[in-house]
């Protein structure tokens, strides 16, 4: 039994103060939800985006990152369908980078207090100078009066091959750059409740996503959601995590599922995360939505 339920089960807490107690992130790639075709990106057809609204709609997040979201158009389509289904985001932000297609975005239910878009950052990678493809959103989120949590959304290069430069190179370089805003944010304000997440495209052990995780006092927490299937079993390798399904992504030219999508946070959210309540959604034809699952996590709007 969860937190909520168990507080519920109980008679500790009413449904109404579990709302305003907890709050529920969520980060989709929506794979392409494009108004109209781009080049080899096909337009979302309407029984994807009925089963992205029945995902959205079964999670009811408070705070939904999104990846490969098309122009504001598409977003603002989305978000209305969404209220009309009974689940309204009066504040979003949408942040476009290089990639002129695809965008990273937020819906809200709650307000931003600040945005800090971006969309301009660059490396040299081999001599070449290069952009963060798709640049990076950045709010703060004013949950209640008394909190409010940092939360920073990307979308890495992906692992189809490019002939400009190694696409693990350049996932790297862009995963430095977002590491380079973390420890900004983490220098200044060594507490501060920040989370990071979205696709970033490789496994847990590669060097892009080591760099976003970090070491030492500026690491962040890895909330590794998984499905809630029963598994609670621990791996007999103590080295090792457990052996639950955590893939939130399909790769058709390999066949294989793995886990590229995170929800990583500081130490500082971490006293505040709410581990039953984090999870890799699972429902039947998921892949009608997207090649990837949404992940899950959930949090005490308390200071601790």
């Not at 979302?44 to 009811?60: G, T």
């Not at 997040?61 to 098309?70: F, I, K, S, T, W």
């Not at 640049?135 to 989120?141: K, N, Q």
Request: net charge neutral.
């Amino acid at each position: 039994m969860g937190l909520t339920a168990g507080l519920l089960a109980f008679g500790l807490l009413s449904p109404e103060k579990c709302a305003a107690a907890l709050f529920r992130v969520a980060s989709y790639n929506l794979e392409n939800y494009l108004d109209a075709a781009v080049g080899t990106r096909i337009a979302k057809n309407d029984e994807a985006r009925a089963k992205i609204r029945e995902s959205v709609l079964a999670i009811k997040p408070d705070v939904l990152a999104l990846q490969e979201m098309g122009g504001t158009n598409a977003l603002l389509e989305l978000r209305a369908s969404l209220k009309t289904s009974g689940l309204d985001f009066p504040h979003w932000e949408l942040v476009t980078g290089f990639d002129t297609n695809i965008h990273v975005a937020v819906l809200s239910r709650f307000q931003f207090a600040t945005r800090t878009p971006h969309t301009r950052h660059g490396f040299l990678l081999s001599g070449r100078r290069f952009q963060v493809s798709r640049g990076f959103a950045e709010v703060e989120v004013q949950v209640n009066p008394s909190y409010r949590f940092t939360l920073i959304t990307g979308h890495l290069k992906s692992r189809r091959p490019v002939p400009e430069a190694d696409e693990a190179e350049l996932r790297e370089q862009e995963a430095l750059k977002l590491r380079e805003i973390i420890d900004a944010r983490l220098k200044a304000k060594p507490d501060l409740n920040l989370i990071v997440l979205g696709d970033f495209n490789d496994v847990k052990d590669s060097k892009s996503t080591r760099a976003l995780i970090g070491r030492g006092r500026n690491s962040l927490v890895d909330t590794r959601p998984a499905e809630r299937n029963g598994d609670n079993h621990r791996n007999p390798n103590p080295r090792y995590e457990p052996r639950n399904i955590t893939w939130t992504h399909y790769y058709g030219k390999e066949d294989t599922y793995s886990r590229i999508d995170y929800i990583l946070i500081s130490h500082g959210m971490a006293k505040e995360w709410v581990k039953d309540e984090t999870y890799v959604y699972a429902s039947p034809n998921w892949g009608l939505a997207s090649d990837h699952r949404p992940v899950v996590a959930t949090f005490e709007a308390t200071d601790k």
